[in-house]
């Protein structure tokens, strides 16, 4: 017990320190909102079939509020017998400085990665990845969509991907 102390005492100074310092003044611990957002519910298990045959249904990491002020975050994680990954990620910002912090920049994701393919979905949206790990970042209005699909054949699943962020910019208004 004694090591373990040694081992967090460190990192709970570093973080009392910086509340202290008001480096997390924008920190806020935000009750669920939009309420009538249920991340493993925005897509149909056929439309997650699409992508990832054979999934188990989501898995509900976040459903509302985040650890950013004015930003609602949902998020649902589908996998499958052999630990593929489909991951769903919805942020929505309350007002245009939220949405600013949040917003997918163009000359960042094209610097990061070769092969960028732009989007015409919503305000806009890249695609982007290798065989085995293929993302998509689309926006519109105060909203910003991430998907991921994490299996052998992700690079064939682009168009499925791009269909997938098209019903979500569509559904959530």
């Keep these: 017990m004694k090591n373990l102390f040694k081992y ?3 990192y709970a100074v570093i973080i009392l320190f ?3 310092m008001g480096f997390y003044q924008n920190f806020e611990f935000t009750n669920f ?3 009538d957002i249920v991340p493993c519910e925005l897509l149909t298990s056929s439309q997650v079939e ?3 045959p054979g999934h188990d249904g989501g898995f509900t990491a976040i459903s509302g509020g985040s650890l950013m002020k004015g930003v609602d975050s949902y998020q649902c994680s589908y996998s499958d017998e052999a630990f593929n990954l489909l991951t769903v990620i919805v942020h929505i910002a309350a007002d245009k400085e939220s949405f600013d912090w949040i917003r997918p920049k163009d000359r960042v994701i094209s610097e990061m990665h070769k092969d960028v393919r732009d989007l015409e ?3 806009g949206g890249w695609l982007f990845g290798s065989p085995d790990d293929m993302q998509l970042k689309a926006t519109d209005g105060y909203k910003v969509i ?3 699909l994490m299996s052998e054949n992700a690079g064939e699943k682009g168009d499925a991907l791009v269909e997938l962020a098209s019903i979500l ?3 959530i208004k």
């Design 18 to 20: 910086s509340f202290n």
């Design 169 to 171: 910019l569509n559904k």
């Design 146 to 148: 991430e998907l991921e």
């Design 50 to 52: 699409n992508v990832l």
């Design 33 to 35: 909102s939009l309420a």
């Design 121 to 123: 979905i919503g305000d």
């Design 8 to 10: 967090f005492m460190p």
